[in-house]
């Protein structure tokens, strides 16, 4: 039986696309760059910010100080973190029901602490959630299922009764190497449910509320 659930953040809980696609267009703007789209830059939300920065510069990022560049979406992001940001539909009434059935919650991200914590406090729906494992909280991050083992050790939950919840192939290769039960979130970036069947998670889901059924 499942006694917990450990979700990603960005992609999975929150749909943080548009203030992370917001300080990927204010660094273009300040290069002299054409601006992208959400459809453009949303499937690459959940790689990081390289991953953003590919979308925005292409082949001419080569040219560029791509770590440079980088601190500067994160400068951007954290002065502007929560503007857009929101919980997917489905997310709230989930987290309400896990609580009515006694399942534990926790996240596990690979976004660093000093942006985690701040945009969870922000987030009413999450503020809750004390067990919080960012990227930076250990010296590996994933596909590493070492993030994933501690979130399971302060939540007093042996993995085999996990469930791990992400919308990256990165995600669900920790959950199986943490032996936890895997869930693809198609609801978050997922560019494809062909890429997500590709992971192996044991579910592929289309709304959160599908989990409950699953516990």
Known sequence: MTKAVIFDLDGTLLNTSGDLGGALNHVLRIHNKPIVSKSEYSPAISNGVKALLEVGFGEELKNYDVEALRQQVLDSYAQNIAVHSHCFDGITELLQKLESMNVAVGIMTNKPGFLTIPLLQQIPDLAHIKVVVCGDTLKVAKPNPEPLLLAAEQLGVEPAKCIYVGDAQRDIEAAHAAEMR??????????????????????????????????
Request: net charge negative; charged share 15%.
């Open 182 to 215: 895997s869930v693809s979130a198609l609801w978050g970036f997922i560019p494809s449910l062909e890429d997500a069947i590709s992971w192996g998670a044991e579910l592929n889901l289309k709304h959160p509320i599908d989990i409950i059924s699953h516990i």
